[in-house]
């Protein structure tokens, strides 16, 4: 099988997909390819956080005209897949010379299918793109063309908890990756201190939790396929839920828009984990840590866009906030306004390229010692054992 993620998330969903115990992995470009029955791949669409698609091919071929495309199509035997009177959709991705425009050779797929079906039986499956049966996903490099059935349908970033998003909400997908990449270790205390729709928060807790990352989602693709294992699925389900435990740390955030902490709110309750997250209204820039104990703090600000105001005083003093009010804190911001970060005044110790949909990001970390720098270099100095 194949599981689609975003760029630099590719290392996280491999070690995921060995966790869950698949077999044979190996990393691609923003794709992870790996062997598992048809149990693992109900867990897979259950439980990966990082992955935006289950794709499961049943057909490679070569074609290096428009000729050959369609009677390797036409020629495949569908009666195994697809029935005259279900629905199907074609999802295509072209790269190359030979065949350049997607919806075309989704056309073409479709014809020799629909040509198949009636040539066979004298009637034809009907195509639904909204919610088709079958969801067929086309890939095309040049003449090499692979065929997948879509276990997953809807992208895996649809959780099912969020009903209500801000103006540019953060993929979920996107945001458990950079959570995990961001090295919190689901104890320590977590905050958004500009939560939104509360995307982080909600990825947070669910990580914490042990919550598989799908369990609120209304369907997988895979339920509407003959040889569907209700049972199955059902056995694997009870099975992971038996692991959700209560998080250790607290998981907090707040923002200062009405509006925003509403949405929020309802999210966190749509996902069941209002026992888990607490969030309130405040101004971040007015705010103080709570309590010394170490906070992991991560954020995705506005980065100008859709800002009214001054995008760079927004970020010095998110970074005036950090050094002045919150020590002792592993901060990191995602931003695709690099200008803007250089007005945070202070240096991040990593940079991490990422996209939040079109956008260039840097995911940036700002570690924020109790006292200085310097003070904390020393502290550690001290704590060494004499070569004496």
Request: contains cysteine.
């Amino acid at each position: 099988m194949l599981a689609k993620t975003f760029f630099g998330m590719e290392q996280l969903l491999a070690t995921e997909l060995k966790k869950l115990g698949a077999t044979e992995v190996f990393e691609g470009n923003r794709l992870i390819k790996f062997k598992g029955d048809k149990g693992f791949m109900y867990k897979a669409n259950l439980c990966l956080r990082n992955a935006l698609k289950i794709l499961k091919p049943i057909f490679e071929f070569r074609a290096d005209n428009d000729i050959v495309f369609y009677e390797k199509l036409y020629n495949f035997d569908w009666k195994d897949i697809l029935s005259p009177d279900e629905t199907f959709a074609i999802d295509s991705v072209v790269h190359g010379n030979i065949f350049t425009h997607s919806l075309y050779v989704s056309q073409r797929c479709k014809d020799a299918i629909v040509d198949r079906f009636k040539k066979d039986y004298g009637k034809r499956p009907s195509v639904d793109t909204l919610h088709p049966d079958i969801r067929l996903h086309l890939h095309i490099f040049n003449n090499k063309c692979s065929l997948s059935l879509d276990t997953s349908g809807r992208s895996l970033h649809h959780r099912g908890y969020r009903s209500l998003t801000n103006i540019a909400p953060i993929n979920e997908v996107l945001a458990a990756g950079i959570i995990q990449l961001s090295g919190w270790d689901e104890r320590t205390d977590f905050i958004d201190p500009m939560c939104g729709s509360g995307t982080f928060l909600i990825e947070a807790a669910m990580m914490a939790c042990k919550i598989p990352a799908n369990l609120n989602r209304n369907e997988f693709a895979f339920e509407k396929w003959k040889d569907w294992d209700e049972a199955l699925f059902e056995k694997i389900k009870s099975s992971q839920l038996n692991r959700v435990v209560s998080p250790e740390g607290k998981i907090y955030g707040f923002d200062k828009a009405p509006s925003a902490l509403e949405k929020s709110t309802t999210n966190i309750k749509n996902a069941g984990l209002e026992d888990f997250i607490k969030v309130n209204r405040a101004n971040f820039f007015h705010s103080q840590k709570m309590g010394d104990t170490p906070l992991h703090l991560l954020t995705n600000p506005p980065y100008g866009e859709r800002l009214e105001g001054d995008i760079n005083e927004l970020y010095k003093n998110f970074g005036d906030t950090l050094k002045r009010s919150y020590p002792n804190t592993q901060a990191w911001m995602i931003s695709s306004n690099f200008e803007a970060l250089k007005f945070i005044g202070l240096r991040p110790s990593r940079k991490i390229k990422l996209f939040n949909g079109k956008l260039e990001t840097r995911l940036c970390f700002f570690p924020i010692y109790e006292g200085t720098k310097k003070i904390h270099k020393l502290r550690n100095e001290d704590d060494k054992p004499s070569k004496n």
